[in-house]
C-alpha cells in the first residue's frame, strides 16, 4: 500500500468457516485494540476463505496530501476504456478509482476543489467526443470552471446566465423525449432465435451518443430559476425530469455545488447515484445524508479533512470521500488538471470564430483569473424573506424522488403527456 506500511497496513483474517458477517464485526475490535485512527474493509485483500481489513494509524488522508494527483501523467497512464468508468483519482492504496458515469453532485466548501472531478469528467469524455459518442453541455453561471471549453468546438453549447440554463435546459429535454420515442421503437422482444434487447440502459454510440451535462455552481442556477418566476419554476422541473428519466436513455447530469443548509439539498440527494463529498464543514446530519447512515460515525468525515488555502498551497484541495450506488464512501484524492493542460485541449479543438475575438494572450488570462466568490450563495440564500426561503423550499420539492409514488421514474403515460 502507498505511504508508511507501519502506519497503513493490512489485516487478514482466515474466514475458518465462519461467516463474512461475523468476521467482518472484528473491525470494532482491532480499531480500540491498536488504536487505530480508522480500519475500514478492504475488497481488493479479500478471498472466498479471508477477511481483509487496512488499518490506519494516522489519518490516511496524511497519504494523499502528500503528493498532487498531476492530471497531465493521470490521464495518460489512466485513459477511459468505457464510458461507465472514468479513471479520476488515486485512493490512499495507491488504486485508481473510477468514476461509473451517471448523475453525481460534487459538494464541498470553498476551495475543497469541487473544479478537479469537473474537469476530470470533461478530460475523460474527450475521445468519446472525437468519436460521436458523447455530446457535452453545460452552466456556469460563475463563468469560471467551463468558460475556457466555451472556446473550443468540444462542447455543443455552454450557458453563463440563468435565461441561456432555461433554453438549454428545455432544449435537452426536447432531446431526451426524442430518444425515449426511439427507444420505445427499438425496443425488441426477441424470439425466432433473436436475442432479446428491452432497451434498459442505451450504451454511448453514435446513435445514442451520451449526453453529459456539467452544471457549475447547482444551486445558484436553481436559484437564480426561481427568481425568474413561473418560467424558471418550470425549468426547474424539466431539470428534475431531465434527472429522472435521463439514467435510462443516457443523460447524465454532474454538477457541483458549494455547501448550503441540508434542507437545500435534500430534496435533490437521491437523484445522484455518485456523490463526491469534499472538505466541508457542514452537520454530521449532512454528510451522512450525501455519503450514507452513519458515515461519519464510522470514520468517512469529510469536515476532518485539513483546511485548505492559497496560504497553505492549497494542501488538501481535490481529496475528499466518493460515495457510488452501494458500498462504503471512499477517499480519494482527484487529479489535478493545471491551466497549460485544460487550455491544450482547447488549443486542440479551437473554437476558431470564437478565438478570432480573443486578443493575444487572453485565453491564459482567462485560466488564470482567481474568481473566488468564497460564499456566495450562502449570501444570496441568506438574503431571501423567510417567505420567499419557504417558496425556493417548496420550488425545489419537484426534484424529491421520494415524493413520487413509484420509484422515480415518470410513467409512459406521464410521458406521453408531456
Ligand atoms: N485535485 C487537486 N489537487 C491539487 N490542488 C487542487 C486540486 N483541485 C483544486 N486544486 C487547487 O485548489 C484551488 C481551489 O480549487 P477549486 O477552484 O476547484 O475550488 P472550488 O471547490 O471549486 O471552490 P469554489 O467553491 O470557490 O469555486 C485551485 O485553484 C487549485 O489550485
Ligand atoms: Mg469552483
Known sequence: MAGDRDLHFEVVFDLARKKRTQVSELNEYILSAVEAEIIEAYEGGRTN????????MEKPENILTSQIV????????????????FPMAMDEMGNVWSLPIAHTLIWGMTGSGKSSPLQSAIIQAIPYVEAGEALLFGSDLKETELLPWDYSTLFEDIAFTADDSMELISMLYEKLLERNKMKRAWLNFGGDGQKADLQRRLPATKQTPMMIFVIDELLSLLLELFQRGAEGKAAMATLAKIMALGRAVGFYVIAATQNVKQEFLGAMRDNFVNVVVLRNAATPNMNDMMLGEGSIERGFDPRKIEESTEANNYKTSGIGYVKGETGDPNLV?????DDDYVSSFVLAHPDEQKMATLQSGQLEQMLAAEVNEGDDINEKLDQLSPIERNDFLEALEVFNLSDREDDGNFTLEELNNQ
Open 70 to 85: 498531476d492530471g497531465r501523467v493521470f490521464f495518460e497512464e489512466n485513459p477511459a476504456h468505457k464510458w461507465s468508468a
Open 333 to 337: 484524492r482527484f487529479a489535478y488538471s
Open 49 to 56: 476463505s479471508s477477511e481483509s481489513f487496512i488499518v490506519h
